[in-house]
């Protein structure tokens, strides 16, 4: 395990890359900060945390690491859709 304040500037490093990707509309770079960001998670030693905290970290982690398993994906889904919808919208926006 790192220690407390490595594991922790990891985690939020890699939620950085992880939102700069999204922003960007780059899957590649989303799908590998997400699979960074699940790792990054596990790093933390909860043993060392407070119960409260604790508690709180494991709620947190649990969605963010299910979440970011599924990002690469999702963002294929929407921007399988996005295409699919752009004649609609144009045919929307001309009405």
């Known amino acids: 395990m790192r220690t407390k304040s490595s594991a922790t500037a990891s985690v939020l490093n890699d939620y950085l890359k992880l939102k700069n990707a999204l922003a960007e509309d780059n899957d590649a770079n989303a799908a590998a900060a997400a699979k960074s960001l699940v790792v990054s998670f596990t790093n933390i030693d909860q043993a060392k945390l407070p119960s409260a905290q604790a508690k709180i970290f494991s709620e947190i982690s649990a969605d963010a690491k299910e979440h970011a398993e599924h990002i690469g994906q999702m963002r294929v889904t929407l921007s399988t859709k996005g295409s699919t919808l ?10």
């Open 86 to 95: 752009k004649p609609l919208a144009a045919k929307y926006m001309s009405c």
